[in-house]
């Protein structure tokens, strides 16, 4: 049975850090394209960044130059490390992973794309 589990999330003042990891079971997490996506109230939810079996990774433009997806191959452990966080970046954050790899796992911010998903990790940031 495949497992996504969300951790890290918290309360954090703006300009603070926060590591979120994503620890799989069932499912290895350098196989596939995976993403972090964030749902805010009221609005939908949105993919983050990405990161393919090669590790090739993107980023939406929110978050380019303050937010780093990496993963962990020996823990099976994916990871978005946030810097520099504001509050608009309030959200609850979903690990998600794919059942496939390649290029367009770069371009693939759509939910439709990821066929497994954590169950989330609130990230409040206060001003």
């Known amino acids: 049975q495949v497992q996504l589990v969300e951790s890290g999330g918290g309360s954090v003042q703006a300009g603070g850090s926060l590591r979120l990891s994503c620890a799989a079971a069932?499912?290895?997490?350098?196989?596939?394209?995976m993403a972090w996506f964030r749902q805010a109230p009221g609005k939908e939810r949105e993919g983050v960044a990405t990161?393919?079996?090669?590790?090739?990774?993107s980023y939406a433009d929110s978050v380019k130059g303050r937010f780093t997806i990496s993963r962990d191959n020996a823990k099976n452990i994916l990871y978005l490390h946030m810097n520099s966080l504001k509050p608009e970046d309030t959200a609850m954050y979903y690990c998600?992973?794919?059942?496939?790899?390649?290029?367009?796992?770069?371009?693939?911010?759509?939910?439709?794309?990821?066929?497994?998903w954590g169950q989330g990790t609130q990230v409040t940031v206060s001003s």
């Open positions: 998600a992973g794919a059942w496939w790899s390649g290029n367009l796992c770069s371009r693939a911010y759509g939910e439709s794309n990821f066929g497994q």
């Open positions: 990161v393919d079996s090669d590790g090739t990774a």
């Open positions: 069932g499912y290895t997490v350098s196989r596939y394209c």
